[in-house]
């Protein structure tokens, strides 16, 4: 199974804050790789797939990039709706697999 | 618009089978496949398997072989997802989410099921 590993496991930040999340493959899973975000007491939602496009209806504040085994996700101006937990997933292989998590909270 | 709407919480003891359902509206219910995922309280996400809704084919993760089967009624739009044998490990919320081009772009709301003696 593909393992990712995603960093930090805690984010603490103000709103403005520009936040990077990491995600590592324990193998090359090309661009196959997508970003959802959690609120408490919801199902995830979809931001990014395929590493690097923003899903319909997504603020252009988020972005993805990253091939391989390397990712990152970016928000560039931190708003209040953004607090939330954030989960790398990899598409490449079955099963498939997600990270650990990167809970961002307010500072 | 497109929804898919999972079945109320359950409580079961150990040893027992839980069914929960999803029923898919707002688009064709055989054209995507469903996958289902679970996540234990203040854990992280986890693929369980999948279901193509227009043939009943499915494929299941290692770790839930032998104790899960996912079925689908085309009649309905419905899909099912049942466990069995279930432990105290098996809390958790279950969500059922359409697969577009490999992605998940809806979920359903999730359903909590509580294993408890």
């Known amino acids: 199974d593909i393992q990712l590993t995603q960093s930090p496991s805690f984010l603490s930040a103000s709103v403005g804050d520009r936040v990077t999340i990491t995600c590592r493959a324990s193998q090359g899973i090309s661009t196959y790789l997508a970003w959802y975000q959690q609120k408490p007491g919801k199902a995830p939602k979809l931001l990014i797939y395929v590493a690097s496009t923003l899903q319909s209806g997504v603020p252009a504040r988020f972005s993805g990039s990253g091939s391989g085994t390397e990712f990152t996700l970016t928000i560039s101006s931190l708003q209040p709706e953004d607090f939330a937990t954030y989960y790398c997933q990899q598409v490449n292989n079955y099963p498939r697999t997600f990270g650990q998590g990167t809970k961002v909270e307010i500072k | 618009q497109v929804q898919l709407v999972q079945s109320g919480a359950e409580v079961k003891k150990p040893g027992a089978s839980v069914k929960v359902s999803c029923k898919a509206s707002?688009?064709?219910?055989?054209?995507?496949?469903i996958h289902w995922l679970r996540q234990a309280p203040g854990q992280g996400l986890e693929w369980m398997g999948m279901?193509?809704?227009?043939?009943?084919?499915?494929d299941y993760a290692q770790k839930f072989q032998g104790r899960v089967t996912m079925t689908g009624d085309t009649s309905t739009s419905t899909v099912y997802m049942e466990l069995s044998s279930l432990r105290s490990e098996d809390t958790a919320i279950y969500y059922c989410?359409?697969?577009?081009?490999?992605?998940?772009?809806?979920w359903g709301q999730g359903t909590l099921v509580t294993v408890s003696s």
């Open positions: 707002g688009y064709t219910f055989t054209n995507y496949y």
């Open positions: 279901i193509n809704p227009s043939y009943g084919s499915t």
């Open positions: 989410t359409r697969v577009w081009t490999d992605y998940y772009d809806y």
